[in-house]
T-cell receptor
Framework: QQPVQSPQAVILREGEDAVINCSSS?????VHWYRQKHGEAPVFLMI?????EQKGHEKISASFNEKKQQSSLYLTASQLSYSGTYFC????????????FGTGTRLQVFP | ETGVTQTPRHLVMGMTNKKSLKCEQH?????MYWYKQSAKKPLELMFV???????ENNSVPSRFSPECPNSSHLFLHLHTLQPEDSALYLC???????????????FGPGTRLTVL
């Protein structure tokens, strides 16, 4: 039931792009994305609902592929402030009202 | 105070102690959550309260006892904990429970718990 995130870690130079994937073996109703910087609380990025559109947040956007039960988070022209651990949380169609988080993807952006 | 606050920020306790974690949200939200975050493990949902009623108990051992006296406050009472319970305990709130595109969760800074 726990979603699988890939890759586990990403190292980037400023200005480079990255894609983080979140996959589930179950049919999903929604996917939530959060970022957590070291020593801080997770911060909400966006929610994608089944049948919804791709969403964007500055240079960070995400899509939801219902056929593959997968969501992808796109980070474009990365900035130093993008460093942190990115978590996806999934809400399954068969069991809504429960958000299950993946193990996270650690992203480090260097100058 | 704004957002979600948690006290204490750090707690060290013995296995026979009884302590409580406190969470307060100043956002007017109706739902509150307790999560456990251990090293190299995903965030684990422990409890969900909606309008002060517990709606989810995610197979959490009885040594963890939640309390929600009103929609702004959430407690986690701890007793006879084990060393493996050492972790960061995060509180969060949202406007309503899940199943909505408006249900972003706001997290508090967490309580770092160490059980000796």
């Amino acid at each position: 039931q726990q979603p699988v995130q890939s890759p586990q870690a990403v190292i980037l130079r400023e200005g480079e792009d990255a894609v983080i994937n979140c996959s589930s073996s179950k049919a999903l109703y929604s996917v939530h994305w959060y970022r957590q910087k070291h020593g801080e609380a997770p911060v909400f990025l966006m929610i994608l609902l089944k049948g919804g559109e791709q969403k964007g947040h500055e240079k960070i956007s995400a899509s939801f592929n219902e056929k593959k039960q997968q969501s992808s988070l796109y980070l474009t022209a990365s900035q130093l402030s993008y460093s942190g651990t990115y978590f996806c949380g999934t809400e399954m169609e068969e069991d809504t009202d429960k958000l299950i988080f993946g193990t996270g993807t650690r992203l480090q952006v260097f100058p | 105070e704004t957002g979600v606050t948690q006290t204490p920020r750090h707690l060290v306790m013995g296995m026979t102690n009884k302590k409580s974690l406190k969470c307060e949200q100043h956002l007017g939200h109706n739902a509150m959550y307790w999560y456990k975050q251990s090293a190299k493990k995903p965030l684990e949902l422990m409890f969900v309260y909606s309008l002060e009623e517990r709606v989810e108990n995610n197979s959490v051992p009885s040594r963890f006892s939640p309390e929600c006296p009103n929609s702004s406050h959430l407690f986690l009472h701890l007793h006879t904990l084990q060393p493996e319970d050492s972790a960061l305990y995060l509180c969060a709130s949202s406007q309503d429970r899940f199943h909505s595109q408006y249900n972003e969760q706001f997290f508090g800074p967490g309580t770092r718990l160490t059980v000796l």
